[in-house]
Nanobody, 122 residues
């Protein structure tokens, strides 16, 4: 089993910043891509940003220039620095990790965290 634990959400005013963290633990041989999705009330879940083990990133257009993803491969942890937050960024943010476990070494499985709430409001 693999567990993803997110932290760092909260309430912030427009223009403010937050830093999310997500630590993966459990039976992990390797983590390929890690990422952040978000889901706002009444909206579909959307990809915010992803990062490969080599550091290649893909950002949603709506967050380019404001959000920065990074990861610490030694700690199996991914971070999301969110600056200049807007009310439209309000959502539950979910971490993902594409994991290879020792039980199925030829299969990559996507695991999801439970999510952390981000609310941007004055």
């Amino acid at each position: 089993q693999v567990q993803l634990v997110e932290s760092g959400g909260g309430l912030v005013q427009p223009g403010g910043s937050l830093r999310l963290s997500c630590a993966a633990s459990g039976s992990i041989v390797r983590i390929n891509t890690m990422g952040w999705y978000r889901q706002a009330p009444g909206k579909q879940r959307e990809l915010v940003v992803s990062i490969t083990s080599g550091g290649s990133t893909v950002y949603a257009d709506s967050v380019k220039g404001r959000f920065t993803i990074s990861r610490d491969n030694a700690k199996n942890t991914v971070y999301l620095q969110m600056n200049n937050l807007e009310p439209e960024d309000t959502a539950v943010y979910l971490c993902t990790a594409d994991v290879v476990t020792p039980y199925q070494p030829t299969i990559v499985t996507r695991w999801w965290g439970q999510g952390t709430q981000v609310a941007v409001s004055s």
